[in-house]
């Protein structure tokens, strides 16, 4: 059994009103914060999609799997308790985040799994991008995706297979040393990717898939007119085809702008690349 989607990430930063700025500014999220100390940002039907509280390590602190119902949440939680790792039930947590049911785990690397069903869709709260963005690929694909380092390949790999029920995608050999491995758990080519942890903390990047190459051409304008780092030019993935851009975040982690991703079905045959991009993704010199 696997899990739906990706469904929600939460970020620890103590650069709020950069956060702010970022998601609302550049990349055209709605702010739906409440009254506590959270900033919480909306990119669908969903009530909310990313959070940021304040913490003082800059990094992902949770992250958020759908699992659809409880019979597939009953056996998920089997799955990962046979293979030893603990599950706890929190309906406060679960109050927190707008979900029916959460249960939640640690992966090998310490970082918090939730795992839920009855997220809130808000429909009736339409999803205005206050910069425009014509709308985001989400659906039965999730939120986006999740690039993660970890320093336990072999127990990270089995947690997130064998616990959660995700699926090889590929691999790519970057540089002739550093390996990434691709998992999808739903058409999205890849909700999750695993690299080798260079850095200790949890976030490589994370991904948001806009609706449209215009949407992600004045994504690119933005970051020029808002002075924003660039971590890469424009360019395509040999193994999603997505086009995409990567931006420092107010972290210090990257989030990736793209568009036009190709999903994998059941007839998917597990690959291997010796690069990560058919071209572009350079290093941004040219660009600024
Ligand atoms: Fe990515």
Known sequence: MNVNCLGYIGIASEQLQAWQDFCSGFLGLMNVSGDDDALRFKMDDQAWRIAIEPGDKEDLSYVGFDVRNGNDLATICHQLTTLGYQVEADQNLA?????????????????????????????????????????????DQGFGHIVLYTGKETEKYQFYTEGLGFMLTDTILMGGQLMLTFLHCNPRHHTLALVSNPAGNHLNHFMLQAASLDDVGFAFDRAHNLELTLSTTLGCHTNDKMVSFYTQTPSGFDVEYGYGARVVDENWSVAHHNAASTWGHKRPTAAR
């Open 95 to 139: 109050a927190s985040r707008d979900v029916a049911v959460l249960m939640k785990t640690t992966d090998p690397d310490g970082l918090q799994v939730e795992l839920y069903y009855g997220a809130t869709e808000n429909s009736e709260q339409v999803f205005v991008s206050p910069e425009g963005v014509s709308g985001f690929i989400t659906g």
